[in-house]
């Protein structure tokens, strides 16, 4: 229960990674939510049947049992039928996120998680799942009022013809008492549609004796049509022969209604009544298939809100999602009928056009039987227009705009899948052009190349806009347990892109040289936070840095780092650099020289990612290096491939040998840590025992371990 005393929704985590399933715990309990975790998929299971919960973030990949077989498992029972099921996955495979939904679930996120967005896709999937259970509560509930209600009777006598009704079946029909009701009189209340299906029913019964079951419609006096089921069966007289026919007429008509608001949930979004991703790209695929046997075209336009989440931030979530409900309106109302676009009117759908919202501020169009492509132009910009105009929302006037993308089959993809990442792509593209405008995908617009123009552009704005952020990763002495100090990671926290990781974004910032101001950038906020932990006494242990080759290229790097730690008033042997083999490929003395001014001052060097570029005993031992950080590609497989284990073990005894500090990276296992202790390694670092956090939970986690002792100069 929560402190008002509702009952918190509860999220159960599948997932073998221990590391991935600590990360996934402590968001969910940050959110307010219960979180229950189980190591495998069988454990999964059994935690599904022991406590459904309201929602499953399972991993595709685990041992024994996939992610999918759990997945198809957890909708064989009928209490997951409706619970939403997130699938993640380090696959970027179409037909593995096909699969996936094939399977039954819900939605799909790639690792590495971005908490950002999956925090919102939980609590739209939550909201979501709590309204489709309050709808299966209320048909329960109907279901149990018509067992419970008396059904109308009627009975037809063979030998006289005579004909008999209960009250309730009157009642039902709304025939009043004074009419002097006849079978005439039920005959005239169907619908005349249905006569012929409920003749035929009737017949059947009456010729051979065989039970019918048929649902028809009645008409009532007062115009309104109600859905009744009927069901006849023959009657015997004491001799066995055929006497009669005797049926009951239940009202189905609520339940009707009910199973059609169900099936409406499952291909809309709630929230605008558009059609939801998986109809759009069912649409889609039809739409393609029509496309191939007329030889036509399909457009996909793909466009999304510009500044939504200030929108959110600003005016909070309520005003938010009259905004989403404005926009699906103005989207609407903005493609004309001649581009065949519509809502969820069935004459309409089977032309299989849509508007719908794809996800979030998300939104797609499909255009098929598409003669002119140019035609999609006319198309984005009537969109944009629709948008430009300023929205009335709970006494705020909003101005949103939006960006679109814009995908034609065949030339820009031969399935759904190509066609709407390509669509995406272009939409990307124009929000990289200044937002409020349309981009056609172009070959040459390939996805890495496009990331890297959108990342290229954020990133500029980034480094004026502080956007960037220090995480902090504990090691461990193996010895004593002790943290001895933190690695400083560098995370980008985009507006629109949420957070980037340092594997996204880094590459980038080398090949635009931006990096140096990034790496200046780090240097003065790690000195910074390690002045911040002086004054509160925590955190005493050292920071490591990471320095790129091209901070080497600029003489002076060891005075530039002193000025930033004077400036910060700290001692600068609570400093420690990380340095990567590429850094001295080039200009190897000069990089040396500027090293060792570095450790004159008592600041360690660390040699990165040993074991992964051209190391060896000779480069090792003319490096200027006081550290030795065992890359985590070694360490993964240690505990089950003797070659990882042999190469990881000499390793260590050759650094100890040269009086290196050994550092392994990425423990995460227990097994893992008893082999690097047996094996005399120094510290770890790991989702064993932490990932990278934010200051305030670094400051949480020494505060809980036993501080190790301030470093002293190199050597010591």
């Not at 299989?352 to 035609?375: C, K, M, N, W, Y």
């Not at 936070?529 to 290229?553: H, I, K, M, Y």
Request: proline share 4%; with cysteine.
């Amino acid at each position: 229960m929560d402190e008002h005393g509702r009952k918190r929704p509860r999220v159960l985590v599948v997932d073998d990674d221990e590391g991935v399933r600590s990360f996934l715990v402590r968001g969910l309990r940050r959110e307010g939510l219960e979180a229950v975790e189980a190591a495998d998929g069988q454990a999964g299971l059994d935690g599904f049947e022991e406590r459904t919960p309201e929602l499953v973030l399972l991993d595709v990949q685990m041992p024994k049992l996939s992610g999918f077989e759990v997945c198809e498992a957890i909708r064989g029972r009928e209490s997951g039928h409706d619970v939403p099921v997130v699938m993640m996955t380090g696959m970027d495979d179409a037909s593995a996120i096909q699969r996936a939904y094939d399977v039954g679930a819900t939605d799909f996120i790639t690792k590495p998680i971005n908490w950002l967005i999956l925090s919102h896709r939980l609590r739209y999937l939550l909201r979501a799942g709590s309204n489709l259970q309050a709808l299966r509560r209320s048909q329960e509930r109907l279901a149990n009022a018509q067992r419970l209600a008396l059904m109308g009777s009627w009975q037809i006598d063979f030998d006289d013809g005579s004909f008999s009704g209960s009250d309730a079946l009157w009642e039902i029909l709304g025939v009043e008492p004074q009419e002097e009701p006849s079978i005439q009189t039920l005959a005239q209340r169907i619908h005349p549609d249905d006569r012929g299906p409920m003749l035929d029913a009737y017949r059947r019964c009456r010729d051979g004796g065989e039970p019918s079951s048929v649902d028809h419609r009645v008409v009532r006096p007062d115009g309104s049509e109600r859905i009744l089921r009927c069901q006849i069966r023959m009657l015997m007289d004491a001799k066995g022969a055929a006497a009669g026919l005797e049926g009951t007429l239940q009202d189905m008509t609520e339940r009707k209604r009910t199973e059609e608001q169900v099936r409406f949930l499952s291909s809309h979004d709630p929230l605008t009544s558009l059609g939801n991703r998986r109809l759009f790209q069912e649409r889609l695929a039809l739409a393609i298939r029509h496309a191939r046997t007329g030889d036509r075209k399909v457009g996909v336009l793909y466009l999304d809100v510009d500044h939504f989440k200030r929108i959110n931030e600003t005016f909070g979530h309520s005003v938010g999602d009259s905004l989403l409900s404005e926009v699906a309106n103005r989207l609407v109302m903005s493609v004309r009928g001649a581009d065949l676009v519509a809502r969820s009117d069935p004459a309409w759908a089977e032309q299989q056009t849509a508007v719908s919202r794809f996800g979030g501020d998300e939104f797609t169009i499909l255009i098929p039987q598409l003669h002119d492509e140019q035609a999609l132009a006319a198309v984005a910009r009537r969109l944009l227009d629709g948008l430009s105009q300023p929205f009335s929302l709970q006494g705020h006037e909003v101005v949103v705009g939006g960006s679109v993308g814009i995908a034609v089959f065949p030339s820009d993809g031969n399935n759904p899948e190509e066609l709407l990442r390509n669509a995406n792509s272009a939409m990307y593209a124009a929000k990289e052009r200044g937002r409020g405008d349309y981009q056609f995908y172009a070959q040459s617009m390939n996805e890495l190349s496009l990331r890297r123009l959108i990342l290229e552009g954020k990133l500029r704005k980034a480094l004026d806009a502080s956007h960037f952020e220090l995480f902090f990763q504990p090691k461990l002495s193996l010895e004593s347990g002790a943290i001895t100090g933190f690695e400083g990671l560098l995370r980008w926290d985009d507006p629109e892109l949420g957070m980037v990781g340092p594997c996204d974004f880094i590459p980038v910032a080398e090949e635009t040289g931006m990096i140096s101001r990034l790496g200046a950038w780090v240097i003065r906020r790690a000195c910074r936070q390690v002045a911040a932990w002086d004054q509160n006494g925590t955190c005493q242990g050292s920071v490591a840095v990471n320095l790129s080759p091209e901070q080497f290229r600029q003489p002076g790097l060891a005075d530039r780092i002193l000025r930033e730690a004077s400036e910060a008033d700290i001692d600068p042997r609570r400093l420690e650099f990380e340095i990567t083999e590429s850094v001295v490929l080039r200009d190897t003395e000069e990089v040396i020289q500027q090293l060792q001014a570095i450790r004159a001052h008592g600041m360690r060097v660390a040699l990165d990612d040993f074991g992964t570029g051209y190391s060896s005993l000779s480069y090792l031992r003319k490096l200027p290096v006081d550290i030795l950080k065992i890359d985590r590609s070694f360490i993964q497989h240690i505990e089950d491939k003797a070659e990882d284990a042999a190469l990881t073990g000499g390793i260590i005894a050759m650094g100890k040998a040269l009086g290196l500090r050994i550092v392994a990276e990425g423990a995460e296992t227990e097994g893992q840590r008893d082999l690097l202790t047996e094996w005399q390694c120094d510290e770890m670092q790991g989702f064993l025992f932490s990932p990278a956090v934010r200051a305030h939970e670094a400051e949480a986690l020494w505060r809980q371990g036993r501080p190790a002792r301030k470093p002293g100069p190199p050597g010591s």
